[in-house]
Every structure is written in C-alpha cells, then in structure tokens.
C-alpha cells in the first residue's frame, strides 16, 4: 500500500468511525429523547441531528460529489439558531435523511482515488487554489470529521 | 510540497486548530466555571481538563515521543469515573498540566519527518504492524484530535 493510501484510509476510517458511532447513539434514542433539550437552555436533539445532516449534504458540492438533497434544511438547522423556526421536519423525515446523505457521502467517498483527495475543494478558486494547495478535499473531510465529533459529545447526554 | 508532507499537514492543522480552541475555552473560564457540572449529573469540567491532560499525557508514550509527565493523573481522570477520587490536583496546577503536556507533544509533532507518521505506534508488535499497518502514529492523531473535539463540545457548556 502506498503512502498516500496509507494515508487516506486513516482519514476515511476516521470519518466512517464517528458517523457509525453516531449512527449508533441516534438510533438508540427514542424520538421523545431526540427531541429534547440536551442540556437545560441548550439545543435540542433534533436540532443537532438536522445540523449535522444539512452540513453534511452540504459536503456534496463542496467535494465536487454533486448537488445538496436536501437544500431546505440549511435555514432551519444552519442559518437559523434552534427554536427560531417552529415547523420543522418530524423527527423520523430527519432520520431518514440522515442516512440518505451520509450513505450518499460513503459512496463517493469509497469511489474517490487516493490522490483525488489532494484535488481542490468548491469553496476555492483555481488561482487561490495554488498558493494555498491545502484547502483540498482532505481538509474539508478532517474539519467535518471534527465536527460530527464535537456535537456526538453533547448527543451523548440524551442517553438516559 | 509532496503529497505525504500535504497529507500529515492538514492531518497536524487539524489537530492543532482543537487544541488551539481548547485552549481557548478553558482560559475563558474561571476555576469556579470548570469546577463546575458541565450539565446536571455530568463530569466536571475540571474532571475533563484532567481527563484530556492524560490521555494527551500517554501520547508521549505511545508515539514514540518518551515518557508521560504526570502519571498520577491517570488513575484519577482515566482509570476513575469524575467524583470517583476526591483528592484531585488544583484547578490551577491542572491547566499548567494541560499546558506543558500539549507543549511538549508540539514540539515533537514538529519535528517528525512526514513518512515517519506512519510507523508504527508503541502498542503494536512489529509482527502486527506488518499486517496492520494502519496502525501507525498518524491513526493515533487523528483519533485524538476526534477525542478532543468530542470533549470540547462539552465543555463549551460552561460557558455563560
């Protein structure tokens, strides 16, 4: 295996770990659990789930993966702290379409040639894109990686 | 710049970004604020500081970079639950742990060549790694920078 193969696994492995953990955790809490506060005066459940599944639809153009599913999600769970829209998708609908983006994710994910990862991300001109060679795909997939992390830690606190 | 060395950049950023944005969060917190639940019934924040001080502790170790500095933290933050042990260093003396420890870690992250990321980690056996040889120091890494993430979307909480 090559270097950069080598690589490359470590931080697709990383990836598919903290989203089957939270697979795991989300799965294992009823819809009642879900939508409660994760802490008093905090974001409820159901928000950080909608959260996480329109940032990682978003992971679909940024990595030149294709188009958003689920556009409407953005104004709820991104541009909109929770609480401040009252009509949001049922918790089952955003289940649903946590496993479609995710899986949707994990498929151009496991098509995409080691090297192909060093290739610039959406959010970059060509000409940026040289001086600065490491806002690549990696680096989105590290970032998101983090991300997922940071808010299965306060998922947690829903288990009873 | 080689695609290894792009490679183990973002994968070092990434971890340095966490530690810079706990660093952050911890030096705008009072003592009192991390002696603190971080949620009713939750660790301390104190609690985590510590825990995240020896698991970086054991860092040192396990990448081959030498000896952990403060042994005696993992029985209280690793091998115990929080309140399990209530003799516990003072809140002060824990971030100048937490500190010197992420110093001491950066200054070896540093140096590293980038090939050398994938050797192999201290808790393997060379026989293993030949045929696990994902099992280097760039899987440590990012795991730990994962593990840091998680924590700090805990301790966030304390923030008023």
Redesign the interface.
């Known amino acids: ?1 090559s ?2 193969t ?6 697709t ?2 990836w598919f ?2 989203i089957s953990r939270t697979d795991k955790l989300i799965d294992s809490l009823t819809d009642e659990q879900l939508e409660s506060e ?3 005066g ?1 974001n409820r459940g159901v928000y950080l789930l909608g959260h996480l599944t329109t940032v990682h639809d978003r992971m679909l153009p940024l990595l030149n993966f294709g188009n958003q599913l689920y556009p409407q999600l953005e104004n709820i769970f991104l541009t909109h702290p929770d609480k401040a829209i009252i009509d949001i998708p049922l918790t089952s609908d955003l289940r649903k379409y946590w496993n479609t983006v995710n899986e949707a994710l994990a498929s151009h994910i496991n098509a995409l040639q080691p ?1 192909e ?2 290739h610039k991300h959406s959010a970059v001109s060509e000409e940026d894109f040289k001086k600065e ?2 806002r ?1 795909r ?2 989105v997939l ?2 998101r ?3 997922v ?6 998922i947690v ?1 829903l288990k009873k």
Chains 1, 2 share one sequence.
Do not use: C, R, V
């Not at 992390?149 to 306060?154: E, I, R, T």
């Open positions: 295996m270097n950069t080598l690589m490359i696994k470590s931080a492995d990383s770990q903290q994760i802490a008093p905090k090297e990862w060093l060679p490491h690549n990696l680096n590290l970032n990686t983090n991300h992390a940071y808010h299965l830690g306060q606190f």
